[in-house]
């Protein structure tokens, strides 16, 4: 549904992403994990085209062509067909909870105001919201902020959502009711990129982990093999660090 | 309390003055505002030579002192109306001029007022926006100015004092606002009470001062009310 290959970025001479690749099938939830600076952002940065490629070719949503080919009408498909969820959220603040999430339907996808909003209400009820409607970005906690993000992704009904760090803003006591969110999400079938430290949802969750460092793909598989048995000593040595800390 | 009757009774006679002065006053904000607007985006350009030339245009109108850019436009745009375009200007009326004038005076600081407003709102908005599959345009109408727009708010209400004050040059060349006719009395009353002449005008610029401060602060508010009618209890986490 989603493939990419030989993608390349560098900022300024510094390469930061080298040939990577990814495979994203309809249901697919995959984690991306990796030490700070590995490109993890980037790299989901260039997919939804926030960010330019230096190379590579992206397959998606009737495209089929390289980075450098892709028209403004691609990458407006691009947008349309992708959700975003954002570390720090990124809400309207000038919108409320509920506009958040018609905003796209209505401006975007040109829907009616009524439909927009019975498919902004359900998606707010999804994510347990359903009482927080007419809040102000501003008058939310950082786990309903970022139960909005959700919504507004979910409400857009794209083939695949991106979450970067979704729960790294937030404190640790607020964790748990977004990644109860995704889990539920994962769970109805919807197709999930997941940047993560959770090492528990990448585990329970996902069903390919993709191990990153340096700009590279070191070792990707299924967190059953890759978190019991990593081929990789970089990924062995990771997951130490990793598992010690929390 | 004679000196206030009489202040009072000037007032009355100023008065009538005060539509030259709201007149030019609000052309020239509603123009530089525009023209305000257009040189923000200039400065924020992706070329280089369009943002060098509005960050000079805007640094010497900003460092042009009313009185002068009145005169300089008053002398010498009819000069260069008629060197260019051989088109005699004299003929316009003297107002004509300080609209020009205070227009140009009104953009530099305005557009200085909107491009850092809107590099107050946090950009991770526009690209929400564009990922919800909004056009970059839509993304900066409905998200970005909004709330530029409430950033800019305090500022921009000083800046339309500052014309006003500004505009009080108007009288230098001949047009009759406020000024030129509080001159007229002081001069018919052969210099006498001058003290309660100016007074009364002093008087009428600051009521008109308090009238915008007024104004703004509670569009300030009413903005924020706005976000404030929820009760911000936060049970359900
Ligand atoms: N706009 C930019 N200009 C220059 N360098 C950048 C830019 N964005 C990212 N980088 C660099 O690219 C590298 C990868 O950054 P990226 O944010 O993708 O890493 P990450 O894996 O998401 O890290 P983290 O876990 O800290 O979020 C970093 O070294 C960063 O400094
Ligand atoms: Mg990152």
């Known amino acids: 549904m989603l493939t990419i290959s030989h993608l390349k970025k560098r900022f300024g001479q510094r390469t930061i992403l080298e040939d990577i690749d990814l495979t994203v099938h309809q249901g697919d939830v995959i984690t991306l994990i990796g030490p700070s600076g590995s490109g993890k952002t980037t790299f989901l940065r260039i997919i939804t085209t926030l960010e330019q490629a230096d190379g590579g070719h992206i ?31 990124n809400l309207f603040n000038n919108k409320t909870v509920l506009q958040n999430v018609t905003e796209g339907l209505i401006v975007a996808q040109k829907r009616s105001k009524a439909a927009a909003k019975a498919i902004a209400v359900s998606a707010l009820a999804k994510v347990g919201l359903a009482d927080f409607q007419d809040y102000y970005p501003s008058q939310l906690s950082g786990g309903q902020a970022q139960r909005v993000g959700i919504a507004r992704a979910i ?38 990129v997941v940047i993560t430290h959770q090492m528990s949802f990448a585990r329970d969750v996902s069903n390919q982990v993709i191990f990153m460092a340096d700009g590279h793909v070191i070792e ?27 | 309390m004679k000196e206030l009757s009489l202040i009072l009774q000037f007032v009355q006679q100023i008065l009538p003055a005060i539509w030259i002065t709201l007149l030019i006053s609000v052309i020239s904000i509603g123009i530089g505002t525009i023209f305000g607007f ?31 850019m009145i005169f300089i436009v008053y002398y010498g745009l009819p000069f260069l109306f ?17 609209i020009i004038a205070l ?10 007022i909107m491009r850092s407003a809107y590099l107050a709102v946090p950009k991770g908005q526009q690209e929400a926006g564009l990922l919800v599959g909004m056009t970059k345009f839509q993304v900066f109408y409905r998200i970005l100015l ?27 060349i ?32 600051w009521v008109i001062s308090l009238a915008i401060d007024k104004f703004v602060s509670s569009a300030e508010k009413a903005y924020r009310r706005k976000r404030q009618t929820i009760d911000g209890s936060r049970e359900a986490v």
């Open chain 2, 38 to 68: 257009l040189l923000a985006w200039g400065k924020m350009s992706r070329l280089k030579s369009v943002r060098w030339l509005t960050s000079i245009y805007v640094s010497v109108i900003r460092a042009t002192p009313a009185i002068i």
């Open chain 1, 59 to 89: 397959q998606f949503a009737g495209i089929d062509k390289d980075f450098a080919d892709l028209t403004k009408r691609d990458i407006q498909t691009i947008r349309r067909n992708v959700g975003f969820v954002f570390q720090n959220y």
């Open chain 2, 174 to 205: 001949g047009v009759v606002d406020m000024v030129a006719k509080a001159q007229m009395i002081v001069s018919n009353n052969s210099g006498g009470f001058a003290f309660e002449t100016y007074g009364a005008l002093a008087l009428i610029y």
């Open chain 2, 146 to 172: 909004p709330q530029a727009f409430v950033i800019a708010l305090p500022n921009f209400a000083n800046s339309v004092i500052n014309l006003l004050k500004e505009g009080a040059l108007t009288f230098t």
């Open chain 2, 103 to 112: 227009t140009l005076l009104f953009s530099a600081p305005v557009a200085e």
């Open chain 1, 155 to 192: 409400a857009l009904n794209p083939k695949v959502i991106f979450f970067d760090e979704p729960t790294s803003a937030l404190d640790p006591e607020l964790v748990t009711d977004v990644l109860q969110v995704m889990r539920q999400l994962a769970a109805e079938g919807m197709t999930m």
């Open chain 1, 220 to 246: 990707k598989g299924q967190p059953s093999q890759l978190f019991t048995t990593p081929k990789v000593s970089r990924t062995k040595q990771f997951l130490a660090e990793i598992l010690a800390t929390v």
């Open chain 2, 82 to 98: 008629k060197g260019w375009f051989h088109l005699n200007i004299e003929g316009w009326q003297r107002m004509y001029f300080v």
